[in-house]
């Protein structure tokens, strides 16, 4: 399950999220025009009033731009952005998935890594502080009030099946699949009494360490 989890957060690495500079990054004004912001399309007092995005120009404090996460999470790291937390972490996002876990498609109106994405978005921010802390609190949020209904969907066939399944995340899905080759092995056990190696819907290494309790979270 490693390999596929790191396919996972590298592919949640090309996942955009929205950054304000810090300082003036030089040779870096190619950003305004791949991003995509809307505040990009005006000039916002940056260092050459002549760029127009193109690579060698550069990006002046105070601007706004969309990157992929694997670009920002140097710059944050490096204190040389900070970044406006999408919609799909926030408390008002947060309350939706309480209220029913799958009143939303984390695919959809998220990400299809949301996990892998907060993740790595928690590791480049400064350890221990109050957005780091809150950002994997969400994630664990999320993922413990949609395992319950995840694994309830592995006893449905059909379109209810498939209807549950467009709402699931990469790693969702993944362990919706693991949880209805139990149920098979299971089955399969009772008929024939052989191929029994275990009844758990799933096994920790099933899980990705940063969801689960008592896990270094900070590798």
């Not at 955009?16 to 030089?26: A, E, F, G, K, S």
């Not at 995509?36 to 404090?61: I, P, R, V």
């Amino acid at each position: 399950m490693n390999g596929y989890f790191d396919v996972n957060e590298i592919l949640a690495e090309e996942e955009d999220i929205v950054v304000q500079t810090r300082v003036p990054l030089y040779g870096m004004g190619w950003l305004r025009t791949a991003g995509g912001c809307e505040e990009q399309e005006h000039n916002q007092g940056g260092l050459d009033d002549e760029s127009d995005g193109e690579e060698g120009k550069d990006l002046a404090k105070d601007q706004t731009v969309k990157v992929p996460l694997w670009l920002a999470r140097p710059l944050l790291r490096e204190r040389q952005c900070k970044v406006s937390f999408p919609a799909f972490f926030d408390s008002a996002f947060l309350e939706k998935l309480r209220s029913h876990p799958f009143a939303v498609s984390l695919a959809k109106e998220a990400t299809e890594y949301y996990y892998e994405f907060a993740h790595l978005l928690a590791l480049s921010l400064p350890a221990g502080s109050e957005n780091q802390v809150k950002l994997k609190e969400v994630a664990m949020d999320v993922f413990i009030s949609r395992m319950p209904e995840i694994l309830l969907a592995a006893h449905l066939q059909g379109h209810d099946a498939e209807e549950t399944k467009s709402k699931l995340t990469n790693l969702e899905r993944q362990l919706l699949q693991s949880a209805k080759d139990e149920m098979t092995a299971k089955r399969k056990w009772a008929n024939t009494g052989t191929n029994l190696h275990r009844f758990a819907p799933y096994s920790a290494d099933d899980i990705p360490h940063y969801l689960r309790h008592n896990e270094n979270e900070d590798d």
